[in-house]
């Protein structure tokens, strides 16, 4: 593998390194402020709130497979297009 590829495919692990996290960290950023106000509507109406393992997990779970398919999906395609950009310089 010549370095101009690895080059290549390091970026593209980058970039769906970084889409990894931005999608995940406002995901879980909007995920955690439903459930701030889901506890907060329970509470007003005298329900019983539900813990943060009963609450969020689930939904953290979710986001992380979500995110996880992005990063799968953009590394892959990044190292089908080195791929064959390399053999078509060949």
Known sequence: MTRPVRLALGLWLL?????????????????????MHEQLARYQRGERVVTINQGFRPGVRAIAVQSG????????????????AARAGK
Do not use: M, N
């Open 69 to 84: 398919a992005w990063f799968l999906v953009i590394a892959g395609t990044g190292a089908v297009a080195t791929a064959w």
């Open 15 to 35: 970039c769906a390194a970084v889409v990894f996290s931005v999608t995940s960290d406002r995901q879980t950023k909007a995920a955690g402020r439903a459930f």
